[in-house]
Each structure stands twice: as C-alpha cells, then as structure tokens.
C-alpha cells in the first residue's frame, strides 16, 4: 500500500466512525421519543430524567411534553457548556434538540398498551436501548444526566450518587402527583432503563475468563493455541502459603468453548486450580473490535 493511501484511511476511518456516532444519537433519540409516547406518558410513568417531568407537567398543567423537554434540556445543555466546559460538542446538541423534535411529531400515536406495568417494563425497555445507543455515539440527549454532572463537580458527591438523588426526586414527585402506585411504577420504568442501557452498551454475549493454575503451563499454553486457537497470557504470581514463584495462565474464551477449555486442561493436568469469571465485553484479536 502506498503512503498516499495510508494517509487517504487514515483521514477515512475517523470519518466513518464519526457518521457512525452521528447515526447512533439520532436513531437512539428517534427510540427513546416514540417509546415515551408509546408506553410511558399514556400510562403516566414518569421514570425519572427530563421526560418523567414532562409527564408530571403534563398531568398538572396540560403543557405539552416536547416543549417542557426543549424548556429543561436547552437551558440545561447550556449550563453544561458553562460550567462543564465543551467537551459535550454537536453531537450532544443534536440529542438535546432533536429528542423533543420526536416525541412533538409523534405525540398523535396510539398508545402500545393502557396497562402501567406493561408501560414501565416496555416503555423502560426501550428508552434504555434508545439511550444505550445514544451513549454509544460518544453522546447524550441532555437533561438531567448533565444537571447529575454539575451537582457532582460543586458537591463532590459521585456522579451514580447525583443521578439517582436527581430521578430519585422525580420518582417521589410522580408518586404525590399521582399516587404511591405511580410512583411504584416509576420505579420499575427506571429499573428497565438502567439494565438495558447496560445491555446496549456491552452486549449479551458473555465471555469467559478463566485463571490457570497448574504445574503444567507449557502444556496447557500449547494445547489452548493449537486446539482452541485462543492466546494465553502467563502473570507472575508468588504461593500464599509456600511462598513460592509460580506463574498462572490467564485465558478469554468464549462461552461455547468454556467445556472444551475445561476438559483440556482437566485432560492435561487434573489436579489444575481454575478460577472462572464472566467477561461481560472483550475487546481485541478473535473478539469484537473496538
């Protein structure tokens, strides 16, 4: 390849990658407000961030949703800018703005179900693929996850802390808007949203890690690359107990060649101490790329 080429993916890639974010806060945006208007404002669950206090201003005043979320967020994304500095940039911009964009142009859809529970699970579910998809982007949609942010540098108390003091408060204010089982439901909505966001972000293909210890590691290193074609990282370790220098074998598989790793290394060394652990995202060579 030529050096004119090399220069030519070079600028190439980041190009790509960053049509990639741009499709990921506009597509996750997109899923977050058709979910609010299918599942959560119908059913009045306000589980929690800016659109949980649309639902509650819409229940008390009537006002309408997306402009209450353009009223909180703009406000809100400005303060970040402010106080936070500028590393949010467009692509936060383009969520803060275009999420209430959506949820005004399909405030006339039929709602997915009157039912509140099936509101909170399904209307949680998939904002959190839509905000999962958003963070994917290297972005957000704004609201409240920068006034969690802002809380935390004047405070010092921990970001996870301000987030759930700030939909905490939502919660609660759904709870006396409505009543106990709304805020119950509110509850259950920002569960879904939580674990599925964490979903998004690693995926639901588990791998697994597993530390060797064995008097074999040459063995068991040879047997890893030729018969499962898996790269084996060998760390220095001293006996608890002996105090002796004994190197262990660490190894990512995936979970369907977990058995045939186990019954390798059983077959080679059956006294073997092996430690198993979940790897819930594997970046790198044989696995998935950054």
Same mark, same amino acid.
């Given at each position: 390849?030529?050096?004119?080429?090399?220069?030519?993916?070079?600028?190439?890639?980041?190009?790509?990658?960053?049509?990639?974010?741009?499709?990921?806060?506009?597509?996750?945006?997109?899923?977050?407000?058709?979910?609010?208007?299918?599942?959560?404002?119908?059913?009045?669950?306000?589980?929690?961030?800016?659109?949980?206090?649309?639902?509650?201003?819409?229940?008390?005043?009537?006002?309408?949703?997306?402009?209450?979320?353009?009223?909180?967020?703009?406000?809100?994304?400005?303060?970040?800018?402010?106080?936070?500095?500028?590393?949010?940039?467009? %692509?936060?911009?383009? *969520?803060?703005?275009? #999420?209430?964009? /959506?949820?005004?142009? +399909?405030? &006339?859809?039929? =709602?997915?179900?009157?039912?509140?529970?099936?509101?909170?699970?399904?209307?949680?579910?998939?904002?959190?693929?839509?905000?999962?998809?958003?963070?994917?982007?290297?972005?957000?949609?704004?609201?409240?996850?920068?006034?969690?942010?802002?809380?935390?540098?004047?405070?010092?108390?921990?970001?996870?802390?301000?987030?759930?003091?700030?939909?905490?408060?939502?919660?609660?204010?759904?709870?006396?808007?409505?009543?106990?089982?709304?805020?119950?439901?509110?509850?259950?909505?920002?569960?879904?949203?939580?674990?599925?966001?964490?979903?998004?972000?690693?995926?639901?293909?588990?791998?697994?890690?597993?530390?060797?210890?064995?008097?074999?590691?040459?063995?068991?290193?040879?047997?890893?690359?030729? %018969?499962?074609?898996? *790269?084996?990282?060998? #760390?220095?370790? /001293?006996?608890?107990? +002996?105090? &002796?220098?004994? =190197?262990?074998?660490?190894?990512?598989?995936?979970?369907?060649?977990?058995?045939?790793?186990?019954?390798?290394?059983?077959?080679?060394?059956?006294?073997?101490?092996?430690?198993?652990?979940?790897?819930?995202?594997?970046?790198?060579?044989?696995?998935?790329?950054?």
């Amino acid at each position: 390849m030529s050096a004119k080429q090399r220069r030519r993916n070079n600028t190439f890639n980041p190009r790509i990658q960053l049509l990639k974010e741009y499709i990921y806060i506009l597509i996750g945006s997109a899923i977050v407000g058709i979910g609010f208007n299918l599942f959560l404002l119908p059913n009045r669950v306000a589980s929690g961030g800016v659109s949980g206090i649309s639902t509650i201003f819409d229940s008390l005043f009537g006002w309408e949703p997306a402009f209450v979320q353009w009223a909180f967020n703009i406000p809100l994304f400005i303060a970040g800018v402010i106080f936070l500095g500028r590393q949010y940039g467009i %692509k936060t911009l383009i *969520g803060t703005l275009f #999420l209430p964009f /959506v949820v005004f142009l +399909t405030r &006339d859809m039929e =709602p997915a179900t009157l039912d509140p529970l099936l509101g909170a699970l399904f209307g949680g579910v998939v904002v959190g693929i839509g905000l999962g998809l958003a963070f994917r982007g290297n972005a957000s949609t704004g609201g409240t996850d920068l006034a969690a942010q802002i809380v935390n540098k004047f405070t010092g108390l921990s970001l996870g802390t301000c987030v759930a003091l700030i939909d905490g408060m939502i919660v609660i204010a759904a709870a006396f808007v409505f009543d106990l089982e709304g805020g119950l439901y509110a509850l259950i909505g920002l569960f879904a949203t939580s674990k599925t966001i964490d979903l998004v972000q690693v995926g639901f293909g588990y791998s697994k890690m597993a530390i060797i210890i064995t008097t074999k590691q040459d063995e068991v290193s040879k047997g890893i690359f030729e %018969k499962i074609d898996r *790269g084996v990282t060998r #760390l220095s370790a /001293v006996g608890g107990y +002996t105090d &002796d220098e004994r =190197p262990i074998l660490m190894c990512v598989v995936d979970q369907t060649e977990f058995t045939k790793l186990k019954q390798l290394v059983k077959s080679i060394d059956a006294s073997a101490f092996v430690v198993v652990m979940d790897a819930s995202e594997v970046l790198g060579e044989g696995f998935k790329r950054a």
